[in-house]
């Protein structure tokens, strides 16, 4: 399914990595390379949230 770029607000909760240029944001946004987000998500789904706790976790 593709993003509704209108929906910002809902989108901005969720990471699609079918997207690039979600990937391209989300790598910027959260300061990790591609591949780095890919195995963040892979644990915990695309909630934006639980990639952010996973991120930090993995580096404390």
Do not use: F, Q
């Amino acid at each position: 399914m593709s993003d509704d770029k209108s929906k910002t607000g809902h989108d901005r909760k969720l990471i699609h990595l079918s997207e690039p240029y979600e990937i391209r944001d989300w790598t910027s946004s959260l300061g990790v390379t591609e591949d780095e987000l890919w195995h963040a998500v892979a644990p915990v789904d695309n909630s934006a949230d639980k990639v952010r706790e996973h991120l930090k976790s993995a580096r404390a």
